[in-house]
């Protein structure tokens, strides 16, 4: 499996699949590619994979789908190096995001609803 299959693997992974999917890969590369999301919304987490080269288009749409948003408008955000909350607006900011992840492969997102 190349990494271009990656994405369709792992995108309709349920929590449950969350810690087995690894499993289903043996090269260590293809581990890599994999990406970990924990995104905090209200009082909980909701966690899922996707491919590490993901758009940022792919991340909100399974997190609206995820916490049943239905057209509703928000930001995602993350805490940086040096503690600063971060909105990702762009690919090019999931992008940086996803380069200060380190070797874990996961990312902590903050669902934050807009108000316009």
Same mark, same amino acid.
């Given at each position: ?19 087995? %999917?690894?499993?289903? /890969?043996? @090269? &260590?590369? +293809?581990?890599?590619? $994999?990406?970990? %999301?924990?995104?905090? /919304?209200? @009082? &909980?987490? +909701?966690?899922?994979? $996707? ?66």
């Amino acid at each position: 499996m190349d990494s271009s299959d990656l994405g369709s693997v792992v995108t309709d992974a349920s929590e449950a699949d969350y810690e087995s %999917v690894c499993d289903n /890969f043996t @090269d &260590s590369e +293809e581990t890599s590619n $994999l990406l970990y %999301v924990n995104v905090t /919304f209200n @009082d &909980s987490i +909701e966690r899922f994979i $996707l491919s590490r080269f993901v758009e940022l288009s792919t991340l909100e749409n399974k997190v609206a789908k995820r916490l049943k948003l239905d057209g509703q408008g928000f930001h995602l955000k993350y805490i940086d190096e040096a503690n600063d909350l971060i909105v990702i607006c762009c690919d090019d900011d999931l992008k940086l995001a996803l380069d200060t992840l380190g070797s874990n492969n996961s990312i902590n997102l903050i669902y934050e609803k807009t108000s316009f």
